[in-house]
Each structure stands twice: as structure tokens, then as C-alpha cells.
């Protein structure tokens, strides 16, 4: 069965949510019931020598900050320490 696009759960599967989560897999990515944005690392493996800018979890207002947020981690894991 598909979920029709203005159900919730046609929200979650094609929302801006769902579109975080296709992007960053390795996140667990939700919002809050106040409405931010927030993500946790899956697997909660912290590098040996972690960068100061290192996050577990994000939030931000949006989906746009939300993503930028998890670029700028995803950019600290290709950046030497």
C-alpha cells in the first residue's frame, strides 16, 4: 500500500524529512514535537581524535539547517584531524 503525498505518512516518505534521511544515511534523522530538526549519529562511533566542531547529535530550525548541519559533519569526517 502507498501512503497518499497528504497523509503523515505520505509526509514521511516523500517530505523534506525523507529526503534528509535518503541523503545521510548515516544519521537517524526526526522532528521534534516542537517542530526543530534534529539528527543523531547511527552507530555512535567517535573518531580517535575528534575534531572540536564534532557532533553526536545536530538540530537546527529547518530542513535547510538541518542539512547544512550535517554537511559541515559529513565535511569533518573527510577533513584530517
Partial sequence: ???ARGS???AEMF???????RQFP???AWRSDAG???ATRVGGR???WPQA?????VDGDGPGEIRAA???????AAEPG
Fill in 70 to 76: 550535517l554537511e559541515r559533519q559529513e565535511s569533518l
Fill in 46 to 48: 567517535r573518531p580517535a
Fill in 26 to 28: 548515516g544519521w537517524q
Fill in 36 to 38: 526543530r530538526f534534529w
Fill in 1 to 3: 500500500m502507498v501512503a
Fill in 53 to 57: 566542531e564534532w557532533a553526536m547529535t
Fill in 8 to 10: 503523515a505518512a505520505g
Fill in 15 to 21: 517530505g523534506p524529512l525523507a529526503a534528509i534521511r
